[in-house]
T-cell receptor
Framework: RKEVEQDPGPFNVPEGATVAFNCTYSNSASQSFFWYRQDCRKEPKLLMSVYSSGNEDGRFTAQLNRASQYISLLIRDSKLSDSATYLCVVNPLEYGNKLVFGAGTILRVKS | EPEVTQTPSHQVTQMGQEVILRCVPISNHLYFYWYRQILGQKVEFLVSFYNNEISEKSEIFDDQFSVERPDGSNFTLKIRSTKLEDSAMYFC???????????FGPGTRLTVL
């Protein structure tokens, strides 16, 4: 089983749509969780950290279900500029070292 | 807003040559990382560095790789004898003490011919 698994997509959605991405992770001891976005041939950019209580930042909402080892990202009112690859990222150890990346989910928002 | 910087943005080298990739982490960060991303593949961890020593490394980070913090600002990745399969984007990242979030530089695209 892959350490971090994501649906590769692509998700093709119209502007204004709501879209949700899911991710599962295999290491039940994982402590920290993140969503990064990556534009073509650019660096991963931190979108948001994911907390057990869930968190929201504007149009973006992230949820964590530790029992199911499942992370989600919801994007409301999609913009053309949201088109990117969304990376689910897990840190197996709290304040530890490496980040483990999923392969990413491609989002294309069309006018 | 402080950011991680990397030089060069693109490096082309011949197989067997040594390359040094340079990074300037965010100034008050103490934890430094190198990752790589082969074209079309996921981002992979190479090595983490804290307090002037390697704290963790992956299987990819073999004897051909080394890291160094030669001064108070730079963090380098050296590949001693490059192979074709070393062609990838190499990203440097850093994080602050007490926080889990890592911030990435723009990357160096390494092309080995």
């Amino acid at each position: 089983r892959k350490e971090v698994e994501q649906d590769p997509g692509p998700f093709n959605v119209p502007e204004g749509a709501t879209v949700a991405f899911n991710c599962t992770y295999s290491n039940s001891a994982s402590q920290s969780f993140f969503w990064y976005r990556q534009d073509c041939r650019k660096e991963p950019k931190l979108l948001m950290s994911v907390y057990s209580s869930g968190n929201e930042d504007g149009r973006f909402t992230a949820q964590l279900n530790r029992a199911s080892q499942y992370i989600s990202l919801l994007i409301r009112d999609s913009k053309l500029s949201d088109s990117a690859t969304y990376l689910c990222v897990v840190n197996p150890l709290e304040y530890g070292n490496k980040l483990v990346f999923g392969a990413g989910t491609i989002l294309r928002v069309k006018s | 807003e402080p950011e991680v910087t990397q030089t060069p943005s693109h490096q082309v080298t011949q197989m067997g040559q040594e390359v040094i990739l340079r990074c300037v982490p965010i100034s008050n960060h103490l934890y430094f990382y190198w990752y790589r991303q082969i074209l079309g593949q996921k981002v992979e961890f190479l090595v983490s560095f804290y307090n002037n020593e390697i704290s963790e490394k992956s299987e990819i980070f073999d004897d051909q790789f080394s890291v160094e913090r030669p001064d108070g600002s730079n963090f380098t990745l050296k590949i001693r004898s490059t192979k074709l399969e070393d062609s990838a984007m190499y990203f440097c990242a850093s994080r602050s003490s007490g926080y889990n979030e890592q911030f990435f530089g723009p990357g160096t695209r390494l092309t080995v011919l």
